[in-house]
């Protein structure tokens, strides 16, 4: 692991999340930047353009000192820190800067979403869940650090995680292996029988190194339900899934698995990009419902 992308809205949800993205950065001895989106003056201002452009750089003043106020919290001393104000309307601007292309994992804060806010305009996380295409790191209510000492891993174990994977296992080495329960989720409309999913998830744990883990089956209503279940059963201090991502009219109907998780639980989400092999159908989580899309 390189560099650590971590935006920011200067919120004090985002800021007690700073110490768990220096933590990494120190563990695993790379870069953290952090990135803050600005929008730019507006289109359609003409007549006030000087007033406007005069606000922007006001703002643009006030971002620069919340950054050197940030650059000042004892957990970053010592850290590699890089600080990035990008002109845009979306934090998902961020992903579009080629210098961040290329980061090893994203880390992000976020209240979740409920109700008519979930429906129509979702949150932060989820649009960046969406577009990444660099594991996520989700903290809901960001501890000062991480303490792994289990791990909920949730998958049709039959995607394709390629390098992705190296992130969660670098996490299970760097935490002094914590226990790792593996768990498929059963629905009642896409039911996979046990004689099915045990040896594919046992084919994953050998093509993948996880020796060590549990295997566990789970019969729910849904997906989102049943993981976040498990993950309360077992005290949980990580969710890890996988996404495609998922846009326009299909997400609106199918919903996501992941964004799902993200905005319901209470605990950090580990989000891992998945690959499809070409000409290979994209099937997430089959036999669990919607899926981790």
Known sequence: MKKILFPTDFSSIAAESVPVAAQLARLFNTELHLVHVL?????????????????????????????????????????????????????????????????????????G??????????????????????????????????DLKTVVFASD?????????????????????????????????????????????????????LSGCTINQLDEFDVETGVLAFAHEKKADLIVLGTHGRHGLRHLLQGSVAEAVVNHASIPVLILPLKTK????????????AGLI
Do not use: W
Not at 134 to 142: A, D, Q
Not at 179 to 208: D, G, K
């Open 113 to 146: 979403a409920s109700g008519l806010k979930e429906m129509f305009l979702g949150s932060n996380a989820e649009h960046l869940i969406r577009e990444a295409k660099m594991p996520v790191l989700v903290l809901k209510n960001p501890p000062h650090y991480l």
């Open 157 to 209: 174990f039959q995607d394709h995680y390629y390098a992705s994977i190296n992130l969660l296992k670098d996490l299970i080495d760097a935490f002094d292996y914590p226990a790792v329960h593996l768990l498929f989720v059963n629905t009642f409309s896409h039911f996979v029988p046990t004689h099915e999913i045990r040896p594919r998830m046992e084919s994953f744990v050998s093509q993948y190194g």
């Open 39 to 111: 929008s730019p003056v507006l289109p359609g201002y003409t007549p006030r353009l000087h007033r406007a452009e005069d606000q922007y750089v006001q703002a643009l003043g006030l971002v620069e000192q919340a950054f050197d106020e940030l650059l000042l919290l004892p957990c970053l001393t010592g850290i590699r820190v890089h600080t990035h104000v990008l002109t845009g309307t979306d934090p998902v601007n961020v992903l579009d800067d080629d210098r961040f292309a290329n980061a090893d994992l994203l880390v992000m804060s976020s209240t």
């Open 278 to 289: 070409e000409h290979a159908p994209m099937v997430i989580l089959d036999g669990l419902g």
